[in-house]
């Protein structure tokens, strides 16, 4: 059972580019999370995603930031117009139910130029 | 707000040598506490969850404790060895907040030869 996967695990943008980030839950896990870590911080939650819906979008940014659970294929984190705030590592994390123990991704690291 | 905070911030211990590490959160009104290990530039491993009707949980050579009404876990390692040298991370979900966690500061060990 492979675990969750991240792609890309890097990632490099100039400002004002979008940047895609891409997250496989575990299998037979419908629920995702988004954490962001950004350099010489904590992890902080950013949304929370069930297939096809937003539970939770509290610690995502207003502007600029956009998340979706679709049907079928991965959950996507969506930044647009990035700006040099925006490096950071970005963590997906899946777990079988709410509630049950969260696994996490290898991440992917975003640098904005 | 949850707060959550993890004493002391670094450790450095000879190998074999049996430790402690600390985890407190302002909120008591927590779902479950988990505890991950953070290698350099790596994803999260999770290492146990505790509900929060319990009172400790053991895997192999770790064991934490939860203590909800105290707001405090601890994670206990017994003979470490070089290869538990990392970021260990505590993190709760409160209750009624969906699912999303928050984050402790964590503590870096280093276990040397």
């Known amino acids: 059972n492979a675990g969750v996967m991240q792609n890309p695990r890097h990632l490099v943008r100039r400002r004002g580019q979008e940047a895609r980030l891409r997250c496989s839950p575990m299998?037979?896990?419908?629920?995702v999370y988004w954490y962001r870590q950004l350099p010489e911080e904590g992890l902080k939650f950013m949304v929370y995603?069930?297939?096809?819906?937003?539970?939770?979008e509290s610690g995502m940014p207003k502007e600029r930031f956009s998340a979706e659970f679709p049907k079928e294929g991965p959950s996507i984190l969506r930044i647009q117009q990035v700006v040099r705030g925006d490096s950071a590592a970005y963590f997906c994390a899946s777990s079988p139910q709410q509630g049950n123990e969260q696994f996490f991704g290898p991440g992917t690291r975003l640098t904005v130029l | 707000k949850q707060e959550v905070t993890q004493i002391p911030a670094a450790l450095s211990v000879p190998e074999g040598e049996n430790l402690v590490l600390n985890c407190s959160f302002t909120d008591s009104a927590i779902y479950n506490l988990q505890w991950f290990r953070q290698d350099p530039g790596k994803g999260l491993t999770s290492l146990l969850l505790i509900q929060s009707s319990q009172r400790e949980q053991t895997s192999g050579r770790l064991n934490a404790s939860l203590d909800k009404s105290s707001g405090r876990s601890t994670l206990y390692i017994a003979a470490s060895q070089p290869g538990d040298s990392a970021t260990y991370l505590c993190a709760v979900v409160n209750t009624g907040t969906a699912s999303k966690l928050t984050f402790g500061t964590g503590t870096r060990l280093q276990v040397t030869l």
């Open positions: 995603l069930q297939k096809e819906n937003i539970i939770d």
């Open positions: 299998k037979g896990h419908s629920h």
